[in-house]
């Protein structure tokens, strides 16, 4: 409701000129008001108010009995117009991502309008399949959208969008990768020994658990044969990382041959063979 006001006419019923009171004719205000005599105003912006009432006066003009002044009261209504577009979309980043499955997300800001919204995903980016249409509403602010997907393939890409729908236009996100957790064995490399001591040394290497949880030692043969270092645990990630264990009690002056092992449920795997050499003892 944005406001509202009066008109009169000054008709004189049965007579066929218009007649000007002497003194004048005086409006005295409009407003929303509610049923009832004398009626309440309930004021400007009042939504669907029942009555709009009116007070205008005129005087000096006397009318004969059964004749008449006509005064009409009207109000202007509006409904506000609400700014519509097509959907404003943002690819975002999976969760809880295993080897045959991830949840795709998004945001999306419908624009206004009723919107619909689906996931583009394959193993390249002419994508070949979507998830099932979903709807995101029709309002004006920033919706989070998320897809499940099941039945992937262990260890591979798939490239992903958020693709979204109103009666104004089609948007789609940025495209976005995800690698399914891969069923293999670690991948491991045997590093250079570091802080070679006389009784001590740390060894090294680079591990990959290739996304299942994996344990790792060193192997390391010597004076008095073969022995291992303690077993830590390398977490699993689906990249390469850095590990290294300390390694005491050895004799001055000795050689030493050691390798990186790591084990996860798929199986074992032994890097290359490195060796080093401790400093000579105290004279």
């Known amino acids: 409701m944005l406001g509202g006001g009066y008109s009169y006419d000054e008709t004189v019923a049965g007579v066929g000129s218009r007649l000007q009171p002497q003194q004048g004719y005086h409006p005295r205000g409009s407003w929303p008001s509610t049923p009832g005599s004398p009626p309440v105003a309930v004021g400007d912006a009042t939504a669907n108010p029942s009555m709009w009432t009116a007070l205008v006066q005129a005087g000096g003009q006397s009318l004969a009995s059964g004749k008449h002044m006509t005064t009409r009261a009207f109000a202007l209504c509006a409904t506000q117009a609400v700014a519509t577009a097509a959907p404003v979309v ?26 619909s919204y689906v996931f583009e995903y394959g193993t390249s980016l002419a994508f070949g399949a979507i998830t099932t249409p979903d709807g995101a509403g029709a309002g004006q602010s920033p919706v989070a959208v998320s897809a499940p997907l099941s039945g992937l393939i262990a260890g591979r890409t798939y490239f992903y969008r ?72 390398a977490g699993a990630e689906g990249a390469v990382e850095p590990v290294a264990l300390p390694l005491t009690g050895l004799a001055p002056a000795t050689t030493y041959l050691y390798r990186l092992v790591a084990t996860n449920a798929s199986g074992t795997s032994t890097g290359q063979i490195a060796s080093f050499t401790t400093s000579p003892g105290a004279a």
């Open 90 to 115: 943002q690819t975002g980043d999976p969760s809880a991502t295993g080897a045959s499955s991830t949840t795709l997300a998004g945001t999306i800001t419908p624009g206004g309008l009723s919107t």
């Open 162 to 233: 958020l693709v979204a729908t109103n009666s104004l236009g089609t948007t789609s996100g940025t495209v976005h990768g995800v690698t399914t957790i891969g069923s293999s064995v670690p991948d491991v490399q045997t590093s250079v020994a570091t802080q070679v001591g006389a009784t001590s040394a740390t060894l090294t290497g680079l591990l990959n658990p290739n996304g299942q949880p994996t344990a790792f030692t060193f192997e390391v043969l010597g004076p008095g044969g073969s022995r291992l270092t303690a077993i830590d645990n």
